[in-house]
């Protein structure tokens, strides 16, 4: 009975009238690009909708999500298992980024780049990463001088150093840009797919479904 007055409630579902609250899992590349717009759009729309936001990687994001500890989880996911659902929110390309004082040429070609220290972003500094992934092919290896969990941070890490950053081009922050010079790294990285995922037990839940559009909608205003 309990599970049937769940579905009536459901089909009559309104945000303004809904009480519940998410869990959803992102990097702080993530949230930086979600979790303003949403909490505001919450906070006017339905606000006693509660929001729990996870710091994860993408087999943490896929195992929460399966065990039911989360409801959606966003990121750039090479794999998923077949219980998943995903959506395409939006692409991103990858960037080089310098400090302009220290490179003041706009470009890097790729012997210099090459030998140039990096910084790398991952929360699995072992695991492989797009970048290194596509160096592999063409047989070449780069120096990873140093390894941070957060996109936000390594921006900063790049005044007055001779460091290389390579980044999604949307998570340099824009009070920063005018510090760097931002080119097309040397080699061929494809673009960025950020998706939202979530378990297929969810297709049915109609708060969730609305979730889900919200923040599709509202990114597309990017």
Known sequence: MEQLDNLIAQQDFQPKDCKRRFNIAMSDY?????????????????????????????????????????DLAFGVFNIFDNTLRSKSIFTDKMVSVVDKT?????????????????ILVS?????????DHQLQLIHQQRRIAVTVPYWQIAPQLLENTD?????????IPQDMRQKFSIFAPPIDIPELEFQMI?????????????????IVALLKEE
Not at 123 to 131: G, H, S
Request: glycine share 2%; aromatic share 8%.
């Open 163 to 171: 460091l290389i950053l390579t980044i999604a081009e949307k998570a």
């Open 30 to 70: 993530g949230a930086m690009l979600i979790s303003t717009k949403l909490i505001h759009y919450l906070h006017t729309h339905a606000p006693d909708v509660d929001l729990k936001i996870w710091h994860s990687s993408r087999e943490e994001m896929q195992s929460k999500l399966n065990e039911g500890s989360l």
């Open 102 to 118: 220290v490179y003041p040429e706009k470009t890097i070609n790729l012997t210099e780049w090459l030998l140039s220290p990096h």
């Open 123 to 131: 929360m699995k500094p072992f695991d492989a990463n797009e970048i």
């Open 198 to 214: 979530w378990h297929q037990r969810s297709d049915n839940d109609n708060a969730l479904n609305w979730l889900r559009n919200t």
